[in-house]
């Protein structure tokens, strides 16, 4: 297996290559950067030996490739704007032409506005520039958005919201350049009108915007093209979110050992409710296809005799009528606990999480287990320790961290949510969705990017929460344990495929671990 990077400290350079001495850090590759670090960055790079000429060329050179490798020559409209975005749209447009593509060049704002390495990439276009307006678009076999960049200063006004709007009804595809013009780097959100684009082409790391909805969906395919920037002008970057990927867990992953007897691999306990029988299951099946010893299942009496008929290698043991958790909890081995798929709403359930919370063992709260606390969050959140893991959709971190009186003030974008919430709770939040944003109390951030649609069906969640369970059992730290087991239900899920039910992903479990083997070399 070959050295990997761990997750970076928020405030270190972990999770980027060790540097050979003498030689810069290099940069993780699934570090995602601000819109004004990647500014930096390009500020950085003449000091550093590579000219922003230079990166202009490279950035242009990157966005003709991709396009010639997707598409045959066609009538080309390159829309460019008043900063550096529009500069790599006029190389684009010469290295188009030079190929022998038809290409028109249209200008968004006046020529004088164009400055430095722009202004000097424009003088070499030599063909017309028209002004940009909805008619340029006539005939446009295919569209270049080149009119803005990532670092979006403030919303579109009305005439590039009329542009924005004419592209995206021109009826041709559409390749932008770094992102789609009206989607902010920074965050994803759209304020005012954004470009729809098939192929976006950015350039040296990918931006949280990139990740997080709406700007995913905007930018159609996604290309990160290497352009030159030397490592020199990075290493002063301090990345605070990354892409969810193994090489950022891999190194923690709890493999089964040689050595290893099934007590070593953990023990998994799933407090289950007496409705919704199949939720709690689900989540047991996935903590043991993914790599907990034992799984036990504790039950309400009404219901063991039917989660017992219904599970084989997961033990099923009845709770007194009252629910008390101490008899199941005297056993120190059973040492991680999932309490939430399936619960309900009963009185009882908020004093099981807090007695399962008091144990002071690795916990996922998942569903109800959030949602019984939604009059009272801070019973909750004062309750929690760093072995906790929180898997909220967006519903029930609403119940939890909406602004009020105990609120952890999560205002923002989903990324800046989530980290406040884990940073209130002392805790690891998953808030979940097609952009899944996993965040520790200590500020790291990951930003999950390959869960397809189909997990958008009943149940999913409770294969997620036991996943998570599986892993805290088998020894992983919770950050890391969320962040594997998100990427692993993506795994599963996508190589599913159409149709997934969430029965059939503890099955598809064993074939995306063996892809995450095949992939870490393991
Ligand atoms: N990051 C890199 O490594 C490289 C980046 N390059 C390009 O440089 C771009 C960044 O260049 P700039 O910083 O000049 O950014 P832009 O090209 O986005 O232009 C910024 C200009 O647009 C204005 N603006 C921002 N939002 C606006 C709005 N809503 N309405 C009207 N005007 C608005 C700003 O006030 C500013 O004048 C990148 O997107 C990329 O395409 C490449 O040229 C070279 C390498
Ligand atoms: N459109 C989507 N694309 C990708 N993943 C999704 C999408 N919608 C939901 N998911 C994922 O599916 C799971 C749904 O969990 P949840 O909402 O708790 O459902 P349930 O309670 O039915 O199990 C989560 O892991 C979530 O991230
Ligand atoms: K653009």
Not at 52 to 63: F, K
Not at 204 to 218: D, S
Not at 391 to 403: K, Q
């Amino acid at each position: 297996m070959s050295a990997r990077p761990s997750v970076p400290e928020p405030s270190g350079r972990a999770g980027d290559t060790p540097p050979r001495a003498g030689a810069p850090a290099r940069l993780s590759p699934h570090a995602l950067l601000s819109p004004a670090q990647m500014a930096a960055a390009d500020r950085a790079a003449p000091a550093a030996g590579v000219s922003g000429a230079r990166l202009m060329a490279a950035a242009g050179a990157a966005v003709a490739r991709e396009i010639r490798a997707r598409w045959t020559p066609t009538p080309v409209v390159v829309l460019c704007g008043p900063g550096n975005n529009g500069g790599d749209g006029f190389v684009v447009a010469r290295l188009l032409r030079d190929a022998g593509w038809p290409v028109r060049v249209a200008l968004w704002g006046g020529r004088d506005a164009l400055r430095a390495d722009a202004a000097r990439a424009a003088d070499a276009w030599s063909g017309p520039v028209e002004p940009a307006g909805s008619g340029c678009l006539a005939g446009a076999g295919l569209i270049v958005d080149a009119l803005l960049g990532a670092g979006l200063s403030r919303a579109p006004d009305e005439t590039l919201r009329a542009l924005i709007h004419a592209v995206n009804e021109a009826g041709a595809p559409v390749c932008a350049i770094d992102v789609p013009t009206g989607l902010d780097g920074a965050d994803g959100r759209c304020p005012g009108a954004a470009v729809q684009a098939d192929l976006t082409v950015t350039f040296c790391r990918r931006k949280p915007g990139h990740l997080l909805l709406p700007g995913r969906a905007l930018c159609g395919a996604l290309v990160c093209a290497d352009i030159g920037m030397p490592a020199a002008a990075l290493e002063r970057l301090v990345p605070e979110v990354h892409a969810n990927h193994p090489d950022l867990w891999s190194d923690v992953f709890p493999w089964p050992r040689a050595d290893g007897h099934k007590y070593r691999r953990g023990h998994a306990l799933v407090v289950g409710g007496d409705r919704m029988l199949g939720a709690s299951r689900l989540a047991c099946l996935a903590a043991a296809r993914i790599g907990a010893g034992l799984v036990t299942l504790a039950t309400p009496p009404a219901a063991w005799a039917i989660q017992a008929g219904a599970l084989t290698s997961v033990m099923v043991e009845a709770l007194p009528p009252d629910g008390a958790l101490d008899q199941t909890l005297a056993d120190p081995r059973r040492n991680a606990l999932l309490i939430g798929p399936g619960l309900g709403r009963a009185p009882g359930g908020r004093g099981q999480v807090l007695a399962l919370l008091a144990a002071g063992r690795a916990c996922v709260l998942d569903a109800d287990a959030l949602s019984v606390f939604a009059d009272r969050p801070a019973a909750l959140l004062d309750a929690l320790h760093g072995r906790c893991v929180l898997t909220p959709h967006e519903g029930e971190f609403a119940r939890l961290f909406n602004p009020g009186p105990d609120a952890a003030g999560t205002a923002g974008d989903k990324r800046h949510r989530a980290c406040a919430a884990a940073r209130r709770g002392g805790a690891v939040v998953v808030l979940k969705g097609a952009d899944t944003v996993i965040a520790a109390p200590d500020g790291r951030c990951v930003i999950n990017d390959n869960a397809p649609a189909t997990l958008a069906t009943a149940g999913s969640g409770d294969v997620l929460a036991g996943g998570i369970a599986g892993l805290l059992a088998a020894g992983m730290p919770p950050f890391e344990a969320a962040c594997a087991a998100v990427w692993l239900h993506g795994l599963a899920a996508g190589r599913l495929g159409p149709g997934l039910l969430a029965e059939d992903l503890p099955g598809a479990l064993p074939g995306a671990l063996a892809a995450l083997a095949g992939l870490t070399g393991t």
